[in-house]
Nanobody, 125 residues
Framework: QVQLVESGGGSVQAGGSLRLSCVAS????????LGWFRRTPTKEREGVAA???????KYADSVKGRFTISQDIAKKTLYLQMNSLKPEDTGMYYCAARRAGYCYSFPRSGSFDYWGQGTQVTVFS
């Protein structure tokens, strides 16, 4: 089993920045993709960004150039640096992990095996 715990959410004015973190614990040796998803008022679950162990990244078009996903493998920590935030970025952000297939299926969420509880991000204008 793998446990994921997110942190770093909060309220920020449009144009501001936030950095989300996700700490993994448990048996993580067979994790081949880590991702960030969000639930917004208009989308039940939207893939935001994903990263493979070798550093290959994928992003949703809506966040390209504004968000950066990264990882510290030694610390078992996933990050999401969010810059130039917009009100439409408001939502609950979830960290997720996938055991097989790397990030081929991203942004589809159905193939991710483990999920955190989420951290709320609110962007006000």
């Amino acid at each position: 089993q793998v446990q994921l715990v997110e942190s770093g959410g909060g309220s920020v004015q449009a144009g501001g920045s936030l950095r989300l973190s996700c700490v993994a614990s448990g048996y993580t040796d067979n994790i081949y993709c880590l991702g960030w998803f969000r639930r917004t008022p208009t989308k039940e679950r939207e893939g935001v960004a994903a990263i493979e162990p070798d550093g290959l990244t994928k992003y949703a078009d809506s966040v390209k150039g504004r968000f950066t996903i990264s990882q510290d493998i030694a610390k078992k920590t996933l990050y999401l640096q969010m810059n130039s935030l917009k009100p439409e970025d408001t939502g609950m952000y979830y960290c997720a992990a996938r055991r097989a297939g790397y990030c081929y299926s991203f942004p589809r969420s159905g193939s991710f095996d483990y999920w955190g509880q989420g951290t709320q991000v609110t962007v006000f204008s």
